[in-house]
């Protein structure tokens, strides 16, 4: 069955440092997503690509945030001056085109900033 | 806002026994989603009801939506130690594809 994969699992990062999560979404898929959910909270929507370009963004995906799919399979968040409050659980989605479409997620990559 | 917004937060039973969980929604919707979350990993898809659907099953899964409330239920019937995990459910925004998450139910199985 596809799946959403995403690297690093885990990965330590000293504040300030540039941290770049790489994805690669469902192969067929059209949509793709960033959520992050810092620990013992809810999922929250950062970013959404579609057609190469940002279709949504949230308040929490500032100037630090960008994101890139720089060849045909991956889809990558970067945060360019980590902050300690950046420390979370990035998720990783794609959906396919269509008001009923499901969304799947990969394992995510959790973050620590020190 | 229109979050989903699961009920109860927290639910410990035990294994053989049904498990309910509730989620309410604010606003209309296309279509309601529900994932699962084992502790500290990724989210897993279990379920996509239609807005014009009333009941979905899947498994011993079954969701139902009740549009004019504004609710749908989760139920996990014959619970096992392995279903201990977090449940989400998670709308649509208007018009856009991103997904709203509720803080979800923490759902324990007693062996």
């Known amino acids: 069955e596809p799946e959403v994969t995403q690297t690093p699992s885990h990965q330590v990062t000293q504040m300030g440092q540039e941290v770049i999560l790489r994805c690669v979404p469902i192969s067929n898929h059209l949509y793709f997503y960033w959520y992050r959910q810092i620990l013992g909270q809810k999922v929250e929507f950062l970013v959404s690509f579609y057609n190469n370009e940002i279709s949504e963004k949230s308040e929490i995906f500032d100037d630090q945030f960008s994101v890139e799919r720089p060849d045909g399979s991956n889809f990558t968040l970067k945060i360019r001056s980590t902050k300690l409050e950046d420390s979370a659980m990035y998720f990783c989605?794609?959906?396919?085109?269509?008001?009923?479409?499901?969304?799947?997620f990969g394992q995510g990559t959790r973050l620590t900033v020190v | 806002s229109q979050q989903g917004e699961e009920d109860p937060q927290a639910l410990s039973i035990q294994e053989g026994e049904n498990a309910t969980m509730n989620c309410s929604y604010k606003t209309s919707i296309n279509n309601l989603q529900w994932y699962r979350q084992n502790s500290g990993r990724g989210l897993v898809h279990l379920i996509l009801?239609?807005?014009?659907?009333r009941e979905k099953h899947s498994g011993r899964l079954r969701v139902t939506l009740d549009t004019s409330k504004k609710s749908s239920s989760l139920l996990i019937t014959a619970s096992r130690a392995a279903d201990t995990a977090s449940y989400f459910c998670a709308t649509p925004w208007t018009g856009a594809q991103k997904l709203v998450f509720g803080q979800g139910t923490r759902l324990t199985i007693n062996p």
């Open positions: 989605a794609s959906s396919g085109l269509g008001l009923n479409t499901e969304a799947f």
């Open positions: 009801i239609r807005s014009n659907e």
